[in-house]
């Protein structure tokens, strides 16, 4: 046999060797043997926010991140951390943001409070604009039915311009 064939085949040996340990790796999804913690895995899949999505939990996503996420939930709950200490660990790392249903504290007012001051904000400007629109208050700050009335200088000015014309 040549060398260039024992290369060969060491080389090809090698990568079926690789091959066959990706197949034999552990899997972010893989069940946990135990039924009580796959379960309270998945719960806590279902509260956590997966960061690379819009809105979905690390559940239902599969992206990288989510199933990095998915697999620190079961090692820790395996290790046995309660779910309070899992959720801690992740709000710590990646912050309440993590949560699908975040605290109402301080830091999270924007979170629950913004969208309501906004549509508050809105419905006043609105409401403030058409009782302008109502009350005839033009931009110009006369009555939208014509201009303001003329002074009496005005009026003197604008009949002495129009007998010079004439």
């Not at 990646?94 to 924007?110: C, F, H, M, Q, R």
């Amino acid at each position: 046999m040549t060398s260039v064939r024992r290369a060969l085949l060491g080389a090809t040996s090698v990568l079926w060797l690789a091959l066959a340990a990706n197949a034999w790796a552990f899997s972010p999804d893989e069940p946990l043997a135990d039924a009580a913690l796959e379960a309270r895995a998945r719960a806590l899949h279902a509260e956590l926010r997966c960061l690379v999505c819009q809105g979905q939990s690390i559940a239902d996503s599969n992206a990288g991140l989510a199933q990095d996420m998915r697999a620190v939930v079961r090692e820790r709950l395996a290790a046995g951390e309660s779910d309070e200490a899992v959720r801690g660990f992740l709000v710590e790392r990646y912050g309440d943001y993590v949560l699908l249903d975040p605290p109402v504290k301080p830091e999270t007012y924007a979170l629950w409070f913004g969208p309501a001051a906004v549509l508050v904000a809105g419905a006043g400007l609105v409401y403030v604009l058409l009782r302008r629109a109502r009350s005839g208050v033009g931009a110009a700050g006369g009555a939208a039915g014509g201009p303001a009335p003329l002074s009496a200088e005005e009026r003197r000015r604008l009949d002495a311009l129009l007998d010079d014309d004439s």
